[in-house]
């Protein structure tokens, strides 16, 4: 977990070299800020996996739209020549962008728990190499966690390429819950939710979620630490690649933290199954792995003795039903009189 990343992790720079974890100052984008009171800066942690192109786009926008003082955090996979070029570049370039160099992926919740570690400030921004913020992206995300003590995590509002479409919000967000207990967990994208336009008054409301996607996410960094970070592989427990975000909340949940979802902040998410070629270095190596996505969602099923993985999309229903050997294909209807009373969805329980 995250508090003995470096028992754990290698943390080196480019020429194999340590990186210096007790760092007391940091930089961000307007010059050098000095310690020990970083809580003014942010760290934005993205994991580097191929896709060079991918990550200087995100990087490039994150530049452009954040005036607030922010440092960037990459973790590499082992990626290619081509790749390593880029982040040497990005490196060389700015002063505020820092490389983990690791020679073989550590999965998902690795990568993302060596730059949680690694960063400085009194927030991190967890976010997929896929992704464009638009300007004005990161302040108000700021807002909203100042402005509730309880507030661990707060996610953006995520646009499709076309920007004025919906790709996730927190009206997609659901769990069932009985008696304290979570049951059920995943996200409905069908009937109302299925084709939604930016500005649509679900997608506006702001407020509570019972979970929300790790790709554009603000974080207190003391809450991360308390929650203990990404479930992490080792001894023979953990997650890898898979169901990350879902675990990641409901740590976060149980440590006596909020999620918000703030529609205020806006990323594009460039993330169409249908348009890329699965074949390629970043979806067989390390995306698109069935076997280990199998794996960790069993194990993230027994951990939080869930029941139903809810998953309601706009032309069919893949929701399932764990039976304690396996995913099952269920018909899940979620305003029956069995289960309507315990739906949570955002800033609401729907039975009450």
Not at 25 to 46: M, N
Not at 60 to 89: H, Y
Not at 162 to 167: D, M, N, Q
Not at 318 to 334: I, K
């Amino acid at each position: 977990m995250l508090a003995d990343a470096p028992r754990r992790y290698s943390f080196l720079d480019r020429d194999g070299r340590p990186l210096d974890l007790g760092r007391s100052e940091a930089f961000d984008q307007h010059g050098p800020r000095r310690g020990p009171d970083l809580d003014g800066l942010t760290a934005i942690v993205v994991i580097s996996a191929e896709r060079g192109a991918d990550t200087r786009r995100c990087v490039d926008s994150i530049l452009a739209g954040t005036p607030e003082p922010f440092e960037i955090i990459l973790s590499d996979v082992g990626s290619g020549p081509e790749t390593l070029e880029v982040l040497k570049a990005l490196e060389d370039a700015h002063g505020n962008i820092h490389v983990i160099y690791n020679a073989k992926s550590t999965g998902t919740t690795g990568q993302r728990n060596q730059g949680i570690f690694f960063s400085r400030g009194g927030h991190v921004v967890l976010m997929d190499n896929d992704v464009l913020v638009q300007p004005g992206w990161l302040g108000p995300l700021l807002e909203r966690s100042a402005a509730d003590p309880r507030a661990g995590l707060v996610g953006a509002k995520l646009l499709k390429a076309e920007i004025e479409k919906v790709y996730y919000c927190g009206a997609h967000t659901i769990t069932l819950e009985k008696a304290g207990r979570v049951y059920g967990i995943g996200l409905v994208k069908s009937g109302p939710l299925a084709d939604l336009d930016r500005n649509d008054a679900s997608v506006l409301r702001e407020g509570e979620v019972p979970w929300y996607t790790t790709t554009a996410l603000l974080a207190k960094r003391r809450a991360l630490f308390e929650a203990g970070g990404f479930d992490d592989v080792g001894d023979g427990r953990g997650i890898f690649i898979a169901n990350e975000d879902k675990d990641l909340s409901l740590s976060v949940r149980q440590a006596g933290y909020r999620i918000l979802y703030c529609p205020a902040s806006e990323a594009i998410h460039n993330h169409d199954y249908s348009k890329v070629d699965r074949k390629d270095a970043y979806h067989s190596q390390y995306r698109l792995r069935m076997e280990q996505i199998h794996k960790d969602t069993e194990y993230f099923l027994r951990k939080w003795d869930i029941t139903y993985m809810i998953e309601k999309l706009p032309h069919e229903d893949n929701s399932r039903r764990w039976d304690g050997r396996e995913l099952v294909a269920v018909d899940l209807d979620l305003g029956s009189a069995e289960l309507r009373d315990d739906v949570v969805t955002l800033a609401a329980r729907a039975g009450g």
